[in-house]
């Protein structure tokens, strides 16, 4: 039965998010505490983990279409889990360059106000993501318009981090290797939250049927509206 197949699919999808969390976490905590062999762990063994993870997932789909060529909702949820499949492949990447950058940090003196800008960004990243899989699991289609319009928050904390950083190179040329890294590192986070957001914005074209990549502002006025009537019911 379809069903049963989907039912194995999305349990699998759900384990591969688990595993690109796990890599996110390792990547900060191994810049945070300069773990070199926490780093190296995220590098040699999870990239390859996930690569691994990826390629079946995308056999399964394939194998599904084929064996029942399912129609309407079952076939967007299987073309929806194939995207995902490919933007948490494309996350581990990501976190294997923050390794990269940690990596290279290692021996330097810590940044320590950078450092606490770039946990707090990868706190809220790492919110994203769990939501964003805690919405398909749940099939919750107002907590992936929630995750949509955290997009913003994102950008906004990545562009304050990223003047930061400029401005000291500015005042410090010796630092410039230093923010150079922490930039890369900044970048490959926003990078995760941009998809995660589409995720986020699969679960309810999957749910619907409705493409929603191109209307982000209008989410963000809904989720707004949303929050400021459940404030004013609670006054």
Known sequence: MIEEQLNKLKAKIVGYAYHVESMLNKSIRGLVEKNSEL????????????????????????VIIAQYSPLAINLRTILMIMKMNNDLERMADHCVNIC???????????QMSI???????????????KDSINS??????????????????????????????????????????????????TRNLERIADLTTNIAEDVVFAIDGVVIKHHKKEIQNEITIERESENINKQ
């Open 115 to 129: 450092l606490v800008s770039i946990q707090s960004i990868s706190e809220q990243v790492n919110k994203m993501l």
């Open 136 to 185: 398909f699991i749940e099939n919750d289609i107002n907590l992936a318009k929630d995750v949509c319009s955290r997009d913003k928050i994102i950008d906004e904390s990545k562009n304050n981090l990223m003047s930061e950083l400029i401005g000291i190179m500015h005042n410090d040329k010796s630092l410039i290797n230093i923010s150079l890294q922490y930039i890369d590192i």
């Open 100 to 110: 990269r950058s940690a990596l290279d940090l290692t021996d330097e003196p810590n």
């Open 39 to 62: 780093l190296d762990e995220v590098i040699r063994h999870d990239e390859k983990s996930a690569n691994k993870q990826e390629m079946n997932i995308d056999k399964n789909c394939v």
